[in-house]
């Protein structure tokens, strides 16, 4: 009887509200180029125009080759909450300097890299999304 009383306590404290919006995320690619051709080792910040969302909710994506990229919020590859985003974009060339890795000044146009700056944004839907390339001049 005990036993059955604390499975039912433990099922009725489970039962709680559903999760909060930014709690869900949806499988989200694209495609970044500077100057029409794609940027591989770009790193993608997308801040969400919802100021709701906690700041502990940044999506985030880095590119690879061809300048593809997945974006992810908690897990790799989980994507993005649905809503509308600025979206950043930074690259650091990496060189090696006395047997040390350094990491060279953004080579992208400053613009780019800040959210009060940026003019790229991107909406994410429910369901898996295609985002349109991002084209960087």
Request: charge should be neutral; charged fraction near 25%; aromatic fraction near 6%.
């Amino acid at each position: 009887m005990l036993i059955g009383g604390l499975l039912l306590l433990t099922g009725l404290v489970g039962c709680g509200k559903g999760k909060d919006p930014w709690e869900v995320t949806h499988p989200a690619t694209g495609v970044v180029n500077f100057k029409g051709r794609p940027i591989v080792d770009a790193e993608l910040t997308f801040f969400p125009e919802d100021k709701s969302a906690p700041d502990s909710v940044r999506p985030k994506a880095k590119s690879t080759a061809g300048g593809k990229f997945e974006v992810w919020t908690y897990v790799q590859g989980d994507g993005a909450p649905a809503g509308n985003y600025k979206v950043t974009v930074v690259h650091n060339e990496v060189a090696v300097s006395k047997d040390t890795i350094v990491a060279k000044p953004n080579d992208l146009p400053e613009k780019f890299s800040k959210r009060d700056t940026t003019d790229i944004q991107v909406q994410i839907v429910a369901g898996k999304n295609e985002i349109p390339s991002i084209d960087i001049k």
